[in-house]
């Protein structure tokens, strides 16, 4: 299995709260992303980097920003954390030239309350 | 816009053979991929097809239509452990070394009950 954690594994926080998660991977991979998956949503990308300190926007950012200061490591922040971003986060990644082959993180379950 | 329809819910028995159906309208198109996801688990990858015809991978097979937007996974010989749901996703772009090398647009997901 691909190296990738992703922590905290669960957290539940208030509404107004900054909330950050992390994405660790071993693997070297260029290519990282955030998705979060909702119930009749499938999964649905937040953010993505393709390099150190080079990030842009997917589907769903507003709301979230993110940084990568070092390849092994993507960090997505909720600045102030909604109840419309109570979900499920997953972290991937990818090797340069198969972004269609992508390896997922375990998740974060987020809720706010 | 953007979309990729599949079907909801398949339930098929054990032994058998179930195909599930993707249909796409993206703006850009560089491939089709397959994923399984098990209930609590992380999305992992299957198959992807970036020209038509069938790629075969053990009990697992994939098929691309371009001309169609249509795709499909075929699952044989069914088993119990493949009761999960199956995303497909469209690839939005291709190549490049910089920037986005296409990123996936995932369909909703067809859950898949196998029974005894």
């Known amino acids: 299995d691909a190296g990738i954690t992703q922590s905290p594994r669960h957290k539940v926080t208030e509404t107004g709260t900054p909330v950050t998660l992390r994405c660790h991977q071993t693997e070297n991979h260029r290519y990282m992303y955030w998705y979060r998956q909702d119930p009749g949503h499938g999964l649905r990308l937040i953010h993505y980097s393709y390099g150190v300190k080079d990030t842009d926007k997917g589907e769903v950012s507003d709301g979230y920003s993110v940084s990568r200061s070092k390849t092994e490591d993507f960090l997505l922040t909720l600045e102030s954390a909604t109840s419309s971003q109570t979900s499920v986060y997953f972290c991937?990644?990818?090797?340069?030239?198969?972004?269609?082959?992508?390896?997922f993180g375990p998740g974060t379950r987020l809720t706010v309350t | 816009g953007q979309s990729l329809e599949q079907p909801s819910e398949v339930t098929a028995v054990e032994g058998a053979i179930v195909q599930i159906n993707c249909t796409y309208q993206?703006?850009?198109?560089?491939?089709l991929s397959w994923y399984q996801q098990h209930d609590g688990g992380a999305p992992t990858f299957l198959s992807y097809?970036?020209?038509?015809g069938l790629e075969e991978t053990g009990r697992f097979s994939s098929f691309l239509s371009r001309s169609d937007s249509y795709g499909y996974l075929l699952l044989q010989e069914l088993q119990m452990k493949d009761s999960a749901s199956y995303f497909c996703a469209v690839r939005d772009g291709g190549g490049g070394y910089g920037g986005s090398q296409g990123n996936l647009i995932f369909g909703k997901g067809t859950k898949l009950s196998v029974k005894p």
């Open positions: 993206t703006s850009g198109f560089y491939g």
């Open positions: 991937a990644i990818s090797d340069v030239g198969r972004s269609y082959e992508q390896y």
């Open positions: 097809n970036a020209l038509d």
